[in-house]
């Protein structure tokens, strides 16, 4: 689902790689949850879209916090306008291991976010916790606001951190499939 790459085939072949990159990062930074009695597979970061430098990085925290809306994405955003100062995310690219909600491509969208890169989809979440199944690129068309969705990148890295047999054992404990790790 790749759509937003510039220009020339180079420039293409670039983009790709360095969301891979990234998103690879990402994807071990959460993983490093998978060794604790706490795993959690939804990570997300903020990164300068022309530097490449991560500005924040985030852990859905919605049982440590006993907040709903505490989700890695939403968490990421709060954290990235604090330290800017600003509610302003332009130029910012937030990477994340799953397709963002509703909720969190709205706060994507409302914050100024050029882009939203994705590894798992929604659906592969849907699998293991609830989800509200309206894809994150339907959200931003739905919108007046610009943010360019791209993924699935790397899938099966991100997807692997929802079937690791550490993170099954914490979600199956969760009524009603309720993701709030």
């Known amino acids: 689902m790749a759509s937003h790459m510039p220009g020339t085939v180079e420039e293409q072949l670039r983009a790709a790689a360095m969301d891979q990159q990234r998103m690879s990062a990402l994807a071990a930074w959460t993983a490093r949850t ?14 300068h879209t022309l530097t490449g430098k991560t500005l924040v990085c ?12 505490a989700h890695a994405e939403l968490l990421a955003i709060r954290l990235a306008a604090k330290r800017l100062n600003r509610v302003s995310l332009e130029g910012y690219t937030l990477y994340t291991t799953c397709e963002p909600c509703p909720m969190c491509m709205s706060a994507a969208l409302w914050s100024s976010v050029e882009r ?8 592969d979440a849907n699998r293991h916790c609830r989800q509200i199944l309206i894809p994150a690129a339907e959200v931003a068309a739905r919108s007046e606001m610009h943010c360019v969705v791209d ?27 309720i993701c709030g790790s």
């Not at 939203?116 to 659906?123: L, R, S």
């Not at 699935?152 to 404990?173: G, S």
């Open 151 to 177: 993924g699935p990148v790397l899938r099966d890295e991100c997807y692997a951190l929802f079937t690791h047999p550490r993170t099954l054992r914490v979600l199956r404990q969760w009524p009603g499939r």
């Open 34 to 47: 998978l060794r604790t009695q706490n795993p959690r597979p939804f990570g997300a970061s903020l990164v």
């Open 58 to 69: 985030a852990l859905n925290s919605v049982r440590q916090r006993r907040d709903p809306s």
């Open 116 to 123: 939203v890169v994705f590894g798992a989809t929604i659906e």
